[in-house]
């Protein structure tokens, strides 16, 4: 029946009315907030390129974490600044990583927080990778002082699963709840389950960056992770952003795998790749909303062009609509203040 016995304006009356009728809810426990953790103490460096967002030295992240799980935050996930850089990245599964160090002080001084650890080698990697980098027959030959070109390197796949897995047991083992690989190498979700069911880690869930796209929204996390590749890109290895059915097989196969929960990265360009996922698997899925999401709003919050904590919520809820189930945002102390 239409028209003048229909009337959704009905329902849209007053805010009592409105609320009661929310298919959506934004709740602080559905959101997951990124720390990165740098060497020293008393440190809070702002990131340039994202306002409001910090790099924390342990003592300091400890201290936000306390105060954002207070605010109803379950978890939060961990990117490590390391001192040194090198080309086996070291500082992702040395014993005393920057993280490792951060997981067991936060473990030690927050009750009952999820942690989180993101694991790949780009942070740790001298050339920024997230891979072993080796230069292909073409370039042996070539002057050793030039940059390689695109087609005179790869990030070889098999080699670099060691090192992921090796960084995975390692941070298990200082503490953190969930293993979360964003590296994109084919096969590391069942390498990484493998290593930590042999270190015995068997209850210890995976998060796998399932359909991570080489996106330019991540220009802002490079800066503040220090992680932007001195060579190439990461389209050899991150997904092309036209493929939502390839998204589909990544998930596929990391679910085989043994992936305990999945996500999508980047997360308000790729709501039909959300909707997608939540339609055809039935694991917790999370969507990332990277840090050039974040920039966007913020910068243009600045110029007094939008609303910003209108804005800030209407994203946050969106992503939930479209179907994920967490949203691992720099929001999420924020949110959550004003949740609750
Ligand atoms: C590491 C990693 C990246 C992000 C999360 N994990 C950067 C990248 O792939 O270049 C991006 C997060 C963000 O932009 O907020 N590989």
Known sequence: MAFPANRLRRLRRTETLRTLVRETRLTPESLVYPL??????????????????????????????????????????????????????????????????????IKNEVRDVVIMGDVCLCEYMSHGHCGIVKATAQSLGAAAAAPPATAEFEIVNDASLELLARTSVSLARAGVDIIAPSDMMDGRVGAIRAALDKAGFENTPILSYAAKFSSGFYGPFREAADSAPQFGDRRSYQMDPANVREAMREIELDIEEGADMIMVKPAMPYLDVIAAARDRFDLP???????????????????????????????????????????????????????G
């Open 36 to 105: 990165f953790i740098c060497p020293g103490s008393g440190i809070r460096k702002e990131v340039r390129s994202m306002p409001g967002v910090f790099n924390l030295s342990v003592d300091e992240a400890v201290k936000e974490v306390r105060e954002t799980r207070a605010l109803g935050v379950l978890s939060v996930i961990l990117f490590g600044l390391p001192e040194k850089k090198d080309e086996v990245a070291t500082g992702a599964w040395a014993e005393d990583g920057i993280v490792q160090r951060a997981a067991r002080a």
């Open 285 to 339: 899925l999370a969507a990332y909303q990277v840090s050039g999401e974040y920039a966007m709003i913020e910068a243009a919050a600045r110029n007094q062009w939008i609303d910003r904590e209108r804005v800030m919520m209407e994203s946050l809820l969106c992503i939930r609509r479209a179907g994920a189930s967490m949203i691992l945002t720099y929001y999420a102390k924020e949110a959550a203040k004003l949740l």
